[in-house]
């Protein structure tokens, strides 16, 4: 990775927005129970915040959701 392309990475992750864990189990429309299961198996990536909560880009959620999506069709 350049240093130019290391930058707009960076620039895109400040202006992500941080989503906790009640959020992103609406978004993707599971019980938090389930969050914490995709998180453990490697599915889902977080970062602890505060207090070692999770916490998750809303980027990442999208990527999930988007790769969810592209297993079902597939499956079909």
């Known amino acids: 990775m350049t240093t130019i392309e290391a930058h707009e990475a960076y620039k895109a992750r400040l202006l992500d927005r941080v989503v906790w ?12 129970a389930t969050v914490r299961r995709y998180v453990r198996r490697g599915r ?4 602890r915040g505060p207090g070692d909560k999770r916490r998750f880009y809303l980027s990442e ?3 999930f959701i988007e790769h969810r999506a592209e297993v079902a069709a597939n499956a079909h």
Request: net charge positive; with cysteine; glycine share 10%.
């Open 61 to 63: 959620l999208r990527r």
């Open 21 to 32: 864990m009640g959020e992103a189990a609406r978004l993707l429309g599971v019980c938090p």
């Open 44 to 47: 889902l990536k977080c970062f």
